[in-house]
């Protein structure tokens, strides 16, 4: 999670410079949308929507392929979400950070039976690291660019991070690239070269720090309505099937507090089973 935290950051914070990356277009006119879409979207916690005049640029970094909604299905359906908004062209980027030889890495478009919907792919180990260490908003990606010197490319960006003048920018650029660093390197190594106090004197490190103890907070108010849901229901219809338990503990808190109230209504186990197999919408 701090990885996605950190691409966020940095894409909602340093947009001109990913515009100017991505598209080839110089210019400060760049609006960030708001990441919730009608309908509500397929989330992910990566995404970033960037409106530059009359075009949207769409990005999503991925650590790895896997997902619980397919990527390439994912692409398409914020695709037809961003479209159905704003109705202007879309530019759609995967940035991957970690290499990978999976499948789902390589792939660019979506096909079904009447279907086909591309979209461009980055893989960052493939990825010249010379445009990435001339911007100081993209060091932090430069880590995981291509290299036959991993270590070399790492002391090019922290001498390039220790020529930032402004000193907040510095410090928040810094605890980026020590954050996304940590997908290739020993923590170690990017101890050596970067100052740890800085990095927790950053926005970003707060941040994700904050995120963290949330996160921490939801996950355990979703065990104690999970222990609830399973406590009534354990008391009302005897022992519940493995499987059936598995699906209550894949449902969100806002679907638990669903079935919480469904239930009172529920005669026997079997009707716990076709209000499982109902669709529900996830807060």
């Known amino acids: 999670?701090?990885?996605?935290?950190?691409?966020?950051?940095?894409?909602?914070?340093?947009?001109?410079?990913?515009?100017?990356?991505?598209l080839s277009i110089d210019t400060s006119d760049i609006q960030v949308l708001k990441t919730e879409l009608n309908l509500e979207p397929i989330r992910a916690d990566s995404v970033t929507f960037l409106q530059i005049a009359n075009q949207i640029l769409h990005l999503e970094f991925q650590t790895t392929p896997k997902?619980?909604?397919?990527?390439?299905?994912?692409?398409?359906?914020?695709?037809?979400?961003?479209?159905?908004?704003?109705?202007?062209?879309?530019?759609?980027?995967?940035?991957?950070?970690?290499?990978?030889?999976?499948?789902?890495?390589?792939?660019?478009?979506?096909?079904?039976?009447?279907?086909?919907?591309?979209?461009?792919?980055?893989?960052?180990?493939?990825?010249?690291?010379?445009?990435?260490?001339?911007?100081?908003?993209?060091?932090?990606?430069?880590?995981?660019?291509r290299t036959d010197s991993p270590a070399d490319l790492l002391e090019q960006v922290a001498a390039s991070v220790d020529m930032i003048e402004e000193a907040d920018e510095r410090q928040n650029i810094s605890a980026c690239v020590q954050v996304l660093a940590g997908l290739r390197f020993d923590k170690n190594v990017i101890k050596q070269l970067f100052r740890e106090e800085i990095m927790q004197e950053s926005v970003i490190y707060q941040d994700i720090l904050q995120k963290g103890l949330q996160?921490?907070?939801?996950?355990?108010?979703?065990?104690?309505?999970?222990?609830?849901?399973?406590?009534?229901?354990?008391?009302?219809?005897?022992?519940?099937?493995?499987?059936?338990?598995?699906?209550?503990?894949?449902?969100?808190i806002a679907q638990l507090e669903e079935l919480a109230e469904a239930l009172l209504d529920f005669s026997s186990q079997s009707d716990l089973v076709n209000y499982l197999a109902q669709p529900h919408q996830e807060d």
């Open 67 to 145: 997902s619980k909604t397919p990527l390439d299905f994912r692409m398409l359906d914020y695709y037809t979400r961003l479209k159905r908004e704003y109705w202007c062209e879309i530019k759609q980027v995967v940035i991957f950070l970690q290499a990978t030889s999976s499948e789902g890495a390589f792939q660019t478009q979506y096909i079904d039976t009447n279907t086909r919907h591309s979209y461009r792919v980055i893989r960052l180990w493939e990825e010249d690291p010379t445009p990435l260490l001339a911007n100081p908003a993209l060091l932090p990606l430069a880590t995981l660019a």
């Open 215 to 252: 996160q921490g907070e939801e996950r355990g108010k979703k065990q104690e309505a999970l222990q609830l849901i399973m406590r009534l229901l354990t008391r009302r219809f005897g022992a519940i099937e493995p499987e059936i338990e598995q699906q209550i503990r894949t449902l969100s």
């Open 1 to 22: 999670m701090a990885y996605d935290n950190t691409c966020k950051y940095l894409a909602e914070n340093y947009p001109a410079e990913f515009a100017s990356w991505l």
